[in-house]
Structures are given as C-alpha cells and as structure tokens.
C-alpha cells in the first residue's frame, strides 16, 4: 500500500512539472481576463460537476472572502452551490440544464465564466459555455485530457487552460493548483504586492 500511495503522490508531482511551461501563459491569460472583469465592475461565475464543482464552489469562497491575505470582497458565484435550485432545474428542466438556466439568470456581458470539466465533454457544462457566450460574457475554461468539445467551442477571445493527462484524479489535482494561481494572480493584480505578505 505504501508503494501505491508514493505513486500517486510521484504521479501527481511529475505531471505538475510537466506542465508548468505549458500551462503558465493560458493562467496567466486567465487571470488577465478576470482582473479585467472584476476592474470593470463584473464577476465571475463558475461551475462544474462533481469534483469540479467543489473546486468552483472552492474558487467562489476565495474571491467573495479571501485567499491568502485579507483583502475587499470579490463578486464570484458557484453555480452548483444552491441545493433547491439544482433540484428545481434538474426535475423540471433536466440535468443538462442546471448551468446555463443559472448563467442565463445571472450573467452578464462583461462577466467571466469559469468552466471546470475533468474531461471536456460534460454537456451540462457545454450547455452553460454556449449560454455565456450568447450573453457576450467571456470563458476560462479548465479542461483536462484533451479538452473535449468545450475547448472547440470557446472562442479566440476566451482562455482554454487543458491538463494533458487521462486520470481525472491528476488533471483535478492540477485544476486546484491553477485555481490558487488563479486567486493569486488576481489579488496581486487587483491589490498590488506579494499575497504572502
């Protein structure tokens, strides 16, 4: 079990390495694109099923309350965080509506979606990039494998950040280092100075 377990963590440790390069620009792109919404008066909505919807829900706290030093609320939402209005969706309009009925309801055009989909074929989520870019907003979208329908859907304007790799467990563990790059990112380029202060 103790081999097993070291293999995981090697596997994991080398596949952040092995995309470090490869991943930089897009985050940092990324971050850009949200610095500029939240600049302007936007926010930013996010969303994802299972394992990505607890790194949206993750994400939203860090903005709405703080990430690693105390700073002015930020205007983010998880979509996948209101149990009853999941519920609602999914009863009367069907799973693959529980996003984009939530970005049509909230978004704006100005507003960022942050899409998070261990794979990129998740139609749920498909569902709710085409309804952010109808409403003129922009997409991250955070993929993995090789990104799926999602990274042929999102347009030049948008930012396709794809973990190359088919192990969902890896590419969520690389989606939650890009999300503390994310936060990082935007508080340094919203607040100035080094967050570890």
Do not use: W
């Not at 995309?19 to 996010?46: C, W």
């Not at 002015?72 to 529980?98: H, K, W, Y």
């Not at 074929?121 to 999602?150: F, H, P, Q, S, Y």
């Not at 790799?165 to 690389?174: I, N, P, S």
């Amino acid at each position: 079990m103790s081999n097993r377990i070291l293999g995981h963590f090697r596997e994991s440790a080398e596949l952040k390495i092995q995309t470090a390069s490869a991943l930089a620009q897009p985050i940092a792109q990324a971050v850009e694109l949200m610095f500029m919404a939240l600049s302007n008066g936007n926010k930013i909505l996010a969303c994802g099923n299972g394992g990505a919807s607890a790194h949206a829900q993750y994400f939203a706290a860090a903005l709405v309350d703080r990430f690693e030093r105390e700073r002015l609320p930020l205007p983010a939402l998880a979509l996948g965080a209101n149990a009853v209005v999941l519920a609602s969706i999914g009863n009367d309009a069907g799973f693959a509506e529980l996003y984009s009925k939530q970005v049509q309801a909230f978004g704006q055009p100005g507003d960022v979606l942050l899409a998070i989909t261990g794979g990129g074929d998740t139609a749920g989520i498909a569902a709710a990039v085409d309804t952010a870019l109808e409403r003129e907003m922009r997409v991250v979208a955070l993929t993995g494998k090789n990104g799926g329908a999602i990274g042929k859907q999102i347009t030049d304007a948008d930012v396709h950040i794809s973990v190359p790799h088919e192990r969902t467990a890896r590419v969520l563990e690389v989606h939650l280092l890009t999300i503390h790059c994310l936060c990082d990112g935007i508080d340094v380029a919203l607040f100035g100075g080094d967050s570890d202060d």
